[in-house]
Each structure stands twice: as structure tokens, then as C-alpha cells.
T-cell receptor, first 115, second 113 residues
Framework: GAVVSQHPSWVICKSGTSVKIECRSL??????MFWYRQFPKQSLMLMAT?????????EQGVEKDKFLINHASLTLSTLTVTSAHPEDSSFYIC???????????FGPGTRLLVL | KQEVTQIPAALSVPEGENLVLNCSFT??????LQWFRQDPGKGLTSLLL?????REQTSGRLNASLDKSSGRSTLYIAASQPGDSATYLC????????????FGEGTQLTVNP
């Protein structure tokens, strides 16, 4: 149990376009979902925390108008990178937890390459 | 602000060797500590979670210890195998809800046949 999927697994897009990444909890209801970004040879950095039905909480330095997060249901959260630029190229990983300070279950990640 | 440090950054060992990975954190008020494995280009696999009240957790050839007072955790891998080659990350939760994870930079392990 506790499987999290991401779609797509990789995406290549042109600079200036928008890209949507989906994160789904397949066999449990996730009240909280998290979005991380990982640059090559670096660790994961939390971008934002989203609770179902409410606005996401963004970490300092993360532009909320550029990285739009929607957590409309207990099994789905989406991250939209708007007007993507080459510096947004990264590995994006989501995670989900049921409630409170509990284990987060991680998705397999989405690799974004902006040309 | 919680900071997590992992030493060494990279480690290369021959197959069969026992090894220890280190993780330290600056704020000892943690709910738990978690060790993950990440293969190249992949997501994270949870290996062990130690609650703040526990001293250690074991799973197969893996043993993780936690010393909250000193802000340290170790991951011990016994009889290493080439399949253990990966990056190992430790993470601690923080924030008001205790759910926001702070990760270390990771230790890149290579086990040579």
C-alpha cells in the first residue's frame, strides 16, 4: 500500500510554455502533498506544501505565481510550471501523507527539460 | 532553521564490507528521522524510520541508530552488495505540523564487485 504516482515521468518543452505535472496517491487519501525540486548532484528542496481544498504554502524563494499548485482532491495534486525557462529544468518529486507528522510516501519523480 | 549534514558525500567500498553512513542535524526537537535510498534518476525509497523515542531500527542488513541529544544518526549496512549502490539520504521533519522534511545532501555509495 501507500503508492504515489507521477505523470509524466519526463517532459521536454520549449522555453515560455507551461507544463503540468500530476501527483496521485493510488491507494490512500492524502490530506497533505508536498512538492520537491532536485537539481543534479543536490538534495531535495521543498518547494511547497498543499492541503486538500486549501491554498498551498510556498517555501521562501519559491515563486507562487510561477509554480501553481492545485490540490483539488484527496488523491490528486498538480504542479504547473508556468512560462518555463531553462533554469527550471530539474527533477520534480512529490510526496503524500495521510495526516499529521507521518511518513511521506514519495512519487517516482518527473524530469523536466526546458529548451 | 533545521540543517541536516551527511558525511561522507561519497563512499566507494569493495563488496562484502560493512559500512557506516553519518547524518547530523542541528535542532534536536524532531518527531522522527528517516533514511531513504535514491537510485539515479529515480524517486525515493524509504528504508527506515526511527521515532524520536527509539534508539534504533533494523531492517535486514540495515540498522539505523538515533541519538537525539547529540543530533546524530547512523545508517549501518552489513555485508554490502553491488545492488546497494545508490545515494542515501536522511531527513527530519520540522515546522509546526512536523511534516515538513529537511533532507541532507546525501551520501553516494558505490559497492564494487
Amino acid at each position: 500500500g501507500a503508492v504515489v504516482s507521477q505523470h509524466p515521468s519526463w517532459v521536454i518543452c520549449k522555453s515560455g510554455t507551461s507544463v503540468k505535472i500530476e501527483c496521485r496517491s493510488l491507494d490512500f487519501q492524502a490530506t497533505t502533498m508536498f512538492w520537491y525540486r532536485q537539481f543534479p548532484k543536490q538534495s531535495l528542496m521543498l518547494m511547497a506544501t498543499s492541503n486538500e481544498g486549501s491554498k498551498a504554502t510556498y517555501e521562501q524563494g519559491v515563486e507562487k505565481d510561477k509554480f501553481l499548485i492545485n490540490h483539488a482532491s484527496l488523491t490528486l495534486s498538480t504542479l504547473t510550471v508556468t512560462s518555463a525557462h531553462p533554469e527550471d529544468s530539474s527533477f520534480y518529486i512529490c510526496s503524500a501523507s495521510r495526516t499529521g507528522p507521518e511518513t511521506q510516501y514519495f512519487g517516482p519523480g518527473t524530469r523536466l527539460l526546458v529548451l | 532553521k533545521q540543517e541536516v549534514t551527511q558525511i561522507p558525500a561519497a563512499l566507494s567500498v569493495p563488496e562484502g564490507e560493512n559500512l557506516v553512513l553519518n547524518c547530523s542535524f542541528t535542532d534536536s526537537a524532531i518527531y522522527n528521522l528517516q533514511w531513504f535510498r535514491q537510485d539515479p534518476g529515480k524517486g525515493l525509497t524509504s528504508l527506515l524510520l526511527i521515532q524520536s523515542s527509539q534508539r534504533e531500527q533494523t531492517s535486514g542488513r540495515l540498522n539505523a541508530s538515533l541519538d537525539k541529544s547529540s543530533g546524530r544518526s547512523t545508517l549501518y549496512i552489513a555485508a554490502s552488495q553491488p545492488g546497494d549502490s545508490a545515494t542515501y539520504l536522511c531527513a527530519v521533519p520540522g515546522g509546526t505540523s512536523g511534516s515538513r522534511l529537511t533532507f541532507g545532501e546525501g551520501t553516494q555509495l558505490t559497492v564494487n564487485p
